[in-house]
């Protein structure tokens, strides 16, 4: 994740709570509000980060955290600016706080129903980094944002 048009609610819905976790299931979490731009995001902290060429993201107004291992483990790329949770026991990344969205950012690949129609990406970031090999993800929105 990284910085997006934070109001844009193109493609969300009045979708009730989800629910998700990591892959240990230490850490379980509930969000609220409707899915906030979905997007890829393929930077280099993202990649380095995820081990993974893109990584698939999306925002909540409320994020509860409900697993007996509470918060994740958050891990600060930019000091003061933006932080990454991940599960300390099984090292899945579940969410990402960055200090300029006012939304918590969820990695849609946490959540236990990765099939709403609201999770599909309207944007991807960073294209001009991504792979040659993945078709990349259509540009449904005029943005600003790289
Ligand atoms: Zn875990
Ligand atoms: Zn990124």
């Given amino acids: 994740m990284n910085a997006t048009p934070a109001a844009d609610t193109q493609g969300a819905n009045a979708a009730g709570d989800r629910t998700g976790g990591c892959l240990c299931g230490r850490i379980r979490f509930t969000t609220r509000g409707p899915a906030v731009f979905a ?3 393929a930077c ?11 990584m698939w993201w999306v925002g909540f107004e409320t ?12 891990y600060e790329t ?13 090292g899945s990344r579940v969410a990402a706080i960055d200090s300029d ?12 129903d990765t099939s709403g129609p609201d ?20 540009e449904t929105e005029h943005s600003t944002a790289s």
């Fill in 44 to 54: 280099p902290h993202c990649q380095k980060l995820g081990g993974t060429p893109v």
């Fill in 101 to 112: 969205i006012p939304e918590i950012g969820i990695n849609v690949t946490a959540l236990d």
């Fill in 78 to 90: 930019f000091e003061g600016e933006a932080k990454r949770g991940f599960c300390p026991t099984c």
């Fill in 39 to 41: 997007h890829t995001c």
């Fill in 63 to 74: 994020v509860t955290w409900t697993g007996e291992g509470g918060e994740p483990t958050w």
């Fill in 119 to 138: 999770l599909v990406p309207i944007h991807a970031s960073f294209r001009e980094n991504a792979v040659h090999w993945l078709p990349p993800v259509p």
